[in-house]
């Protein structure tokens, strides 16, 4: 595993830094993260609201507010961002289940700042946490004491619960999460705790785990769920033949989980390598119009099985900047989404991701703003 790839396993899970540790990053390992600057910037005055990005500072692998900040500069009119956990800055001690409140505390310090208003982007304007639903009704004492913590911007939790039957994978994600964390007899006692608090679950699952999160969808259906990274088609290593089939199945189960009101998608994530587009072997940079060829498919479907009041765009990065610079990156959104009328692009922009996770949008009156 070169250093390029140990910024993206680290992401995926924290257990991963015991391979990168006293490693550094180059200059040329961000070479992707930085092209493109030079791409000229399209629609730059659409407000975006960053539905999913991460914040962290570990051996050899620092991705912090001023290189967000910096990407964020680069052109794209970025007003807000939702952070979400990759169990940065946790507790090192006291009770385990609490320990997920340091990075909460951390990101809302973050978000503070940047309600300044010195910094242009309210970075961190919504948090979404780390909470370990395996633990049952354990859980709740971290989430009021999230709330209480950070009541203005914690608005849920994520568990990654990513599985795959073979090893491929597993070459970015060196320790595994847990398995059958959806099927473990404390998750649903805890899952049923979020909605009493209007909180939000994030998804983290590859495309033939929907079933799973269709029937958790089913039984909670006052509780909302955020399907990270357009549902995450696991495509990589297979011949055309495969990947179609495989594109199919996506494109069914997308379309099933799409009949559940209360499951939103995020668009974004496909700069990470399970996608199989294998940008992330290239070592010219790689422009807009290519990435949204390649990701046009993927993220049609998303669009088509919820609609753009429950779609909202995300950069995923850094890690997604294995693939794609942070100029292309929403370039390429935005071409994808060129057809789409003025409301609809606001949806999907900026408008879902306020509702979502209740970020109030500067440029309209109270009685607009998003509720819970």
């Not at 939103?264 to 940008?279: A, H, N, R, S, T």
Request: some cysteine; hydrophobic content about 40%.
């Amino acid at each position: 595993m070169n250093r390029r790839d140990l910024l993206a396993a680290a992401i995926t899970t924290p257990a991963a830094l015991s391979v990168a540790r006293a490693q550094t990053l180059s200059s040329d390992d961000y070479r992707q993260i930085q092209a493109g600057r030079d791409e000229p910037i399209l629609e730059p005055d659409l407000p975006i609201i960053d539905a999913h990005h991460h914040l962290f500072d570990r051996p050899g692998l620092r991705y912090m507010i001023d290189d967000y900040l910096t990407d964020t500069r680069a052109g794209h009119r970025v007003i807000a961002s939702v952070y979400v956990e990759t169990s940065a800055f946790a507790r090192t001690d006291g009770p385990e289940v609490l320990r997920p409140l340091g990075e909460i505390e951390f990101a809302n310090g973050i978000g503070a700042m940047c309600d300044s208003g010195r910094y242009g982007c309210r970075v961190c304007a919504a948090i979404v946490g780390h909470a370990d639903l395996r633990l049952g009704d354990e859980v709740a004492a971290l989430l009021d004491r999230a709330l209480e913590r950070a009541p203005d911007r914690f608005r849920g939790v994520r568990q990654v619960t990513i599985e795959h039957p073979s090893r491929a994978p597993y070459r970015f994600i060196p320790t595994r999460p847990p398995t059958g964390v959806m099927k473990s007899p404390g998750f649903r006692p805890a899952f049923a705790h979020l909605a009493k608090r209007a909180l939000s679950f994030d998804a983290a699952i590859f495309h033939h785990q929907l079933p799973d999160v269709i029937d958790l969808a089913d039984a909670f259906p006052d509780t909302t769920i955020v399907l990270n990274h357009c549902g995450h088609a696991m495509a990589m290593d297979l011949d055309a033949s495969a990947r179609e089939q495989i594109f199919r199945e996506y494109r069914h189960l997308m379309i099933e989980a799409g009949r559940r009101p209360n499951i939103y998608c995020k668009v974004g994530g496909l700069g990470m390598p399970f996608w199989g587009f294998q940008f992330e072997e290239r070592r010219d940079p790689v422009g807009y119009r290519e990435l949204a060829a390649a990701w046009r498919p993927y993220v049609e479907v998303t669009i088509e099985a919820f609609g753009p009041n429950r779609c909202m765009m995300e950069s995923n990065y850094p890690p997604d900047g294995r693939s794609a610079g942070f100029v292309p990156l929403w370039n390429a959104l935005k071409a994808i989404a060129q057809a789409a009328s003025a409301d609809e692009k606001a949806a999907l922009f900026h408008g879902t991701a306020a509702k979502v996770y209740r970020i109030p949008m500067a440029d309209q009156e109270p009685s607009q703003r998003a509720k819970p």
